[in-house]
C-alpha cells in the first residue's frame, strides 16, 4: 500500500468504457482506494503505469491486441528482471466478462 496518504492505488485495464467507468465507480465509493488511472488497452497502461505506480492493478482477460494472460505474464518477467521480489509484486485482480469459460481457467 502507498505508505504517503495510506489509500491503495488502483489502475483498471479494460477495453470495454462501461467496464472501466463502473469498477473506478464501485472502487473510488471506499475512501480507503485512489483510482490513480484506466486505460483501454496494455499499451497505454504500459506508458501509465511508469507514472502512477499502483498497488492493484484490474486487467480484463480478454482484450484486443494483447490478452490479459499475456499481460500479466510480460509484467511479472519485467518485475523479476527489475529485482522486485514476488512478495512486492504489484496485486492483479482478473476481470472476467467472458464468453468462453475455459479462458479463466486458463488465466488461473
Known amino acids: 500500500m502507498t505508505e504517503c496518504n495510506n489509500r491503495i492505488k488502483v489502475m483498471s485495464v479494460n477495453?470495454?468504457?462501461v467496464?472501466?467507468?463502473a469498477?473506478?465507480?464501485i472502487l473510488e465509493s471506499d475512501s480507503s482506494i485512489e483510482v490513480v488511472g484506466t486505460a483501454a488497452d496494455p499499451y497505454a497502461a504500459a506508458q501509465k503505469l511508469r507514472k502512477v505506480m499502483p498497488d492493484v492493478?484490474?486487467?480484463?482477460i480478454e482484450m484486443p491486441r494483447m490478452d490479459?494472460?499475456?499481460?500479466?505474464?510480460r509484467m511479472?518477467?519485467?518485475e523479476r528482471d527489475m529485482g522486485i521480489e514476488e512478495r512486492d509484486q504489484t496485486l492483479v485482480i482478473m476481470i472476467a466478462?467472458?464468453?468462453d469459460p475455459k479462458n479463466v481457467v486458463e488465466a488461473y
Not at 490479459?68 to 505474464?73: E, N, P, R, S, T
Open 23 to 25: 469498477l473506478r465507480s
Open 76 to 78: 511479472r518477467e519485467i
Open 15 to 17: 477495453d470495454l468504457a
Open 97 to 99: 466478462t467472458l464468453e
Open 68 to 73: 490479459g494472460q499475456a499481460v500479466l505474464k
Open 57 to 60: 492493478i484490474t486487467l480484463d
Open 19 to 21: 467496464v472501466r467507468k
